[in-house]
């Protein structure tokens, strides 16, 4: 269906709420356009944000038929909806009670309009094809998918900093040790490893059968399990523990899971402090290879806020998601090379280990604590681009199902 737009000539009546569209279309097919038949000329109104169908135009039919390379001239009166939003105006010829002819990939004249506080904008007026406008509608949500967590956390970073500082001192608020339970919990919870496997089972890493050795390696790995298994245990009941805010208020909910993360990070920093402190103690001094924490950091954090974004919202809905996940982490753990070496796994495992995004950030502490190297670039950038999918997936599962939180809890 091959089709041309000339003469173009589209106003907005801003006060109306209203375009008014002339253009010229000339039939450049082998194809003859009889009225009789139902050809004419015709615009649909889309919302242009999920696609949908809105308004079904009225239709200017040509008074004689239009053969090749003739041209008829339409003009349109198109009354544009009240609600805010984006719309996308499509002006095509169609054959009545069969196609139109945008549906067949044939050029179509495009008015792209903003309906915005009360005001009319006029984006722009330009010929267009359908699969080239899915490929801009792909290509801007691609780019909305990677801005808006972004977005959502510096816009609301006070509201993040002041929820975190609220939930790290309400959390053993009444205690006798107050927030000093903050630094307790980790240190005790690694204890109780460090004494089941280095002293009961004398589990050792490398060549250095000391317990000391045992002792830096099995806290390096614990470095980014503690941030993750608090933040990703916590998650499934989010949002329920918060319901006031889901149901109430004007709240930016997707900044309860992102609260988790940086809360699970403020316990990594208190463990990094005391790890760094046994370091220097035990090898007098700390690897100038410390600076490559931000690169495995960045990383971490992408991936741990794509995983709560994704187990909150799932825990709306399944409400014993919570002590599944208490389960899997646990399972989690014990398959991650952290409390015994890697060389202690059958052969064939070892491919399968390489795959645990927890094991790649484990041996990436190690390396840059312990071994005074860069962590192996192979496995970083992977790490780097699967924790950016999880971060971008995670936080569109959640933004699509937000809609249905309400009416749950």
């Avoid at 609600?83 to 495009?110: A, C, I, M, T």
Wanted: aromatic share 14%; glycine share 6%.
């Amino acid at each position: 269906m091959k089709v041309s737009y000339e003469g173009l000539d589209v106003k907005l009546n801003a006060a109306a709420s209203a375009i008014r569209a002339r253009v010229a279309v000339q039939n450049r097919s082998a194809m003859r356009w009889r009225p009789d038949e139902g050809f004419a000329l015709g615009f649909h109104i889309f919302d242009a944000e999920n696609g949908t169908l809105i308004v079904d135009g009225a239709r200017v039919r040509p008074p004689n038929e239009i053969g090749p390379g003739e041209r008829m001239t339409a003009e349109f009166d198109i009354p544009l909806p009240s609600d805010l939003g984006r719309y996308h105006v499509f002006v095509s010829p169609l054959q009545e009670e069969r196609f139109w002819f945008y549906e067949k990939n044939s050029p179509f004249l495009l008015i792209d309009v903003l309906v915005r506080n009360e005001n009319v904008h006029l984006m722009r007026v330009c010929t267009m094809t359908r699969p080239r406008l899915r490929r801009e509608q792909w290509l801007r949500s691609l780019g909305r998918a990677f801005r808006y967590p972004v977005q959502t956390i510096w816009r609301n970073r006070s509201l993040i900093r002041t929820m975190v500082r609220r939930d790290v001192l309400g959390r053993y608020r009444g205690s006798f040790g107050g927030v000093l339970w903050t630094v307790l919990n980790p240190l005790l919870l690694m204890i109780t490893y460090f004494f089941v496997f280095g002293v009961v089972l004398r589990a050792r890493f490398g060549s250095d059968p000391s317990r000391a050795s045992f002792a830096l390696y099995f806290l390096a790995g614990m470095l980014p399990w503690l941030a993750f298994s608090e933040a990703a245990g916590r998650a499934p009941t989010v949002l329920l523990e918060h319901r006031t805010f889901v149901k109430r208020l004007v709240f930016a909910v997707e900044t309860l899971p992102v609260n988790l993360v940086v809360a699970g990070l403020v316990s990594e920093a208190f463990a990094l402090a005391l790890f760094t402190l046994f370091l220097f103690i035990a090898r007098g001094g700390v690897a100038w290879s410390i600076a490559w924490l931000p690169v495995i950091l960045v990383p971490q954090i992408f991936f741990t806020a794509g995983i709560c974004w994704f187990l909150a919202a799932l825990g709306v809905f399944i409400r014993d998601l919570g002590q599944v996940i208490g389960f899997l982490l646990t399972l989690w753990f014990f398959l991650t090379p952290i409390c015994y070496p890697e060389a202690s796994l059958p052969p064939g495992a070892a491919p399968l280990v390489a795959l645990n995004p927890m094991f790649v950030l484990v041996r990436a502490y190690r390396d840059i604590f312990l071994e005074a190297r860069a962590p192996a670039f192979g496995p970083l950038w992977k790490l780097w681009l699967l924790s950016t999918v999880v971060f971008v997936a995670g936080h569109a599962w959640f933004y699509k199902l937000r809609k249905s939180f309400a009416d749950v809890i």
